[in-house]
Nanobody, 123 residues
Framework: HVQLVESGGGAVQAGESLNLSCSIS????????MGWFRQAPGKAREGIAV???????AYTDSAKGRFTISQDTASKTVVLQMNSLKPEDTAMYYC??????????????????WGQGTQVTVS
């Protein structure tokens, strides 16, 4: 059973940065594709970035250039570094996992396990 716990959200001013962390427990990290997603009020959940067991990454167009996903296999942590934040980045941010060695999709429907989310508010 996989458990994901996000942390690092908060309220910031436009232009500032935040790092979100996702700790993973209950499985062998090397077999999973990990992703970050977000959901703003009244909107559908959307993908941001994914990283696979090889460390290969993929980003949605809105995340390229401002967001960076990385992993620390020793601590079983996946980090989303967010720079130059904008008010439209305000959302609940979720970490997710699916048991695939390589990431095949940025679609939320492709992921099996989800954290509880962490709120990011940009004003």
């Amino acid at each position: 059973h996989v458990q994901l716990v996000e942390s690092g959200g908060g309220a910031v001013q436009a232009g500032e940065s935040l790092n979100l962390s996702c700790s993973i427990s209950g499985h062998t990290r090397s077999n999973y594709c990990m992703g970050w997603f977000r959901q703003a009020p009244g909107k559908a959940r959307e993908g941001i970035a994914v990283i696979d067991s090889d460390g290969d990454t993929a980003y949605t167009d809105s995340a390229k250039g401002r967001f960076t996903i990385s992993q620390d296999t020793a601590s079983k942590t996946v980090v989303l570094q967010m720079n130059s934040l904008k008010p439209e980045d305000t959302a609940m941010y979720y970490c997710a996992a699916v048991r695939h060695f390589h990431c095949e999709s940025l679609s939320p429907g492709a992921f099996t396990y989800w954290g509880q989310g962490t709120q990011v508010t940009v004003s």
